[in-house]
């Protein structure tokens, strides 16, 4: 691989060129990047890990093996009409836009293109992200050998269909924020029980992660894990028991069914704007 190009400079542009670094899956002189006006964005990524920056963007194209798309999706028309002409189909798009399908990004550039859509999450910032990814029949083996590598970078990928994106957005995509909305709970009990904010903070994390580690090592269903520490008549049983009065396990279930279905109806709304903004006067 020659070289790879991404379009947007945010903190998910930010989380894959830190990846790419750390796992060496592509020299910083080859990693390539601009966006829309922010010169000072762009300076500090360049100081920091030393990758190119540029509007230029017959430089930024040229033999660039990856076009990863990673600008605000509300942008992404705008962004694929400055860059439509700079594109060729032997270029692999990668795009982390929630909302905006492999279909319409063809729409967009105009010419049939190997695309590879994605849901990260912004656990990809510590390289923990769990990516679901989706592909079109475009896409070679050996350009799916680099997706795989590539995602790998910041975490674990899955390969779904495209028409599975929005489930994984309201379940994972959107899951870092749920798992943070439940340890706020937990500080707020823990100081109401007389415990000091940042030991129980240490705790709260500890035995999350203690947690995610069984789960994930384990044969065990997550069903009998929970019923295992948890004795009849015991601390964990009378926990259990408001929980289940309180009807959290539901809220969560329908929390992802809300979040779900927004997904979906946003890459509607979006999907809509954009055939409506490509529609000739």
């Not at 790419?20 to 964005?41: A, C, H, V, Y």
């Not at 997550?222 to 948890?230: D, N």
């Not at 049983?237 to 329908?254: K, N, P, T």
């Amino acid at each position: 691989m020659k070289k790879i190009a991404i379009i947007g400079a945010g903190s998910m542009a930010e989380a894959f060129i830190s990846g790419i670094l750390e796992n060496g899956f592509i020299d910083k002189k080859n990693i390539w990047i601009t966006n829309n006006s922010n010169q000072e964005r762009l300076a500090n990524l360049e100081t920091r890990y030393g990758i190119q920056t540029t509007y230029n963007l017959n430089e930024l194209f040229n033999q660039a093996d990856i076009v990863m798309l990673a600008m605000k999706p509300k942008d992404v028309a705008t962004a694929m009409q400055s860059i439509r002409e700079h594109l060729t189909e032997q270029m692999l798009v990668v795009s982390v836009l929630a909302g905006v399908s492999m279909i319409t990004i063809e729409t967009l550039a105009k010419i049939p293109l190997p695309i590879v859509r994605s849901m990260p999450n912004t656990s990809a910032a510590v390289a923990k992200s769990a990516t679901a990814v989706a592909v079109n029949q475009r896409v070679t083996e050996k350009q799916l050998e680099t997706i795989k590598n590539l995602f790998r970078t910041v975490g674990l990928a899955s390969f779904v269909e495209e028409e599975q994106l929005d489930a994984v957005t309201g379940l994972s995509g959107s899951g870092p924020a749920y798992i943070y909305y439940l340890i706020e709970a937990m500080e707020k009990s823990a100081v109401e029980v007389g415990l000091e904010k940042e030991m129980a903070s240490e705790l709260i994390v500890q035995t999350l992660l203690g947690a995610a580690e069984m789960v994930k090592n384990s044969s065990k269903s997550s069903t009998q894990l929970r019923k295992e520490v948890t004795s009849p008549g015991g601390t964990t049983e009378a926990g259990i028991r408001v929980l289940e009065e309180h009807g959290v396990q539901q809220a969560f279930i329908s929390c992802i069914k809300a979040a779900t279905a927004q997904s979906k109806k946003m890459g509607a709304e979006l999907s809509s704007k954009l055939r409506t903004a490509e529609q000739p006067s």
